[in-house]
């Protein structure tokens, strides 16, 4: 299960945080993905992280400006949540945002969605003044 939380509103140049909250499997094993799709636009990956050892990716259009992180927790084979900070927004990141989630024997991908299994529910992020 994944359920996603903390989008909202914010002017140009302002921040947000998300957070992916991860359950239901062995989540040690997994990639969770970031992506986003705005209306009329294909979904697009914004970045990953292997719950296994933190390892994250960046599409260039995010790069510098979002950091992708996870918590560490004693009991991290069932449980995790992760973050995305973003910063520096711009009315561009306008979208719906989705955590999901892929094994890891797939790889780091962030061009095709289709590889991953689990998908939250989506969150809206709004940017504009």
């Known amino acids: 299960q994944l359920v996603e939380s903390g989008g909202g509103w914010v002017q140009p140049g302002g921040s947000l945080r998300l957070s992916c909250a991860v359950s239901?499997?062995?989540?040690?094993?997994?990639?969770i993905g970031w992506f986003r799709q705005a209306p009329g636009k294909e979904r697009e990956g914004v970045s990953c992280?292997?719950?296994?050892?933190?390892?994250?990716?960046?599409?260039?259009?995010v790069k510098g400006r979002f950091t992708l992180s996870r918590d560490n927790p004693i009991n991290a084979m069932y449980i995790n949540t992760v973050y995305l900070e973003m910063n520096s927004l711009k009315p561009e990141d306008t979208a719906v945002y989705f955590c999901?989630?892929?094994?890891?024997?797939?790889?780091?991908?962030?061009?095709?969605?289709?590889?991953?299994?689990?998908w939250g529910q989506g969150t809206q992020v709004t940017v504009s003044s």
């Open positions: 239901g499997f062995n989540v040690n094993t997994y990639i």
């Open positions: 999901a989630a892929e094994h890891e024997a797939k790889g780091m991908t962030l061009a095709y969605p289709d590889e991953y299994d689990y």
């Open positions: 992280i292997s719950l296994r050892d933190g390892r994250t990716r960046y599409a260039d259009s």
